[in-house]
């Protein structure tokens, strides 16, 4: 079973930054799209971003021009730079991975909190 494991969450100030990372368990050679959701309390878990194998970005409305997703697919890890966060990005964020059969896998979830 592929374990997500994340890391690089924690409390900021608003209009501060935050790089979170995920990478799975073990080796994977099948790995396709990789991304980020993100569920505050009370909401639905929503998408922040997606990466594909090939390096296609897509963003939630809400972060684009403030959130930066990239992939290293030597080891199967993306990273999400978050800059000028607000209060309203305080959440758990989750990793997501497919892999080539369009399998799901998610993370455990990191807790972000923006906080004076």
């Known amino acids: 079973q592929v374990q997500l494991v994340e890391s690089g969450g924690g409390l900021v100030q608003p209009g501060g930054s935050l790089r979170l990372s995920c990478a799975p368990s073990?080796?994977?050679?099948?790995?396709?799209?990789m991304g980020w959701y993100r569920q505050a309390p009370g909401k639905e878990r929503e998408l922040v971003a997606t990466?594909?194998?090939?390096?296609?970005?897509n963003y939630a409305d809400s972060v684009k021009g403030r959130f930066s997703i990239s992939r290293d697919n030597a080891k199967n890890t993306i990273y999400l730079q978050m800059n000028s966060l607000k209060p309203e990005d305080t959440a758990v964020y989750y990793c997501?991975?497919?892999?080539?059969?369009?399998?799901?896998?998610w993370g455990q979830g990191t807790q972000v909190t923006v906080s004076s």
């Open positions: 073990t080796v994977m050679f099948s790995v396709n799209t």
């Open positions: 990466v594909t194998s090939s390096g296609n970005t």
């Open positions: 997501i991975l497919y892999d080539n059969m369009w399998r799901r896998y």
